[in-house]
């Protein structure tokens, strides 16, 4: 199942099968897209830290 998110970037994040994720931005005025390439444990990694990233980005304290 791939997941694409509004127009903000247009953003693309898929699976290819074989133990990776591909996460793919075009930004919204046009431009280069861009690709990254993560294991299964890399995105795992990322979704464990989900509180303290969204915490980061907002500028706030880590809540942990």
Do not use: C
Request: no cysteine; proline share 6%; net charge negative.
């Amino acid at each position: 199942m791939s997941v694409y998110f509004p127009l903000e970037a247009k953003t693309s994040v898929v699976g290819d099968g074989e133990g990776f994720i591909a996460i793919t931005q075009t930004p919204p005025k046009g431009g280069d897209e861009v690709v990254v390439w993560l294991s299964v444990h890399q995105f795992q990694e990322i979704w464990n830290h989900e509180k303290r990233l969204i915490a980061e980005a907002y500028g706030e304290e880590d809540p942990t």
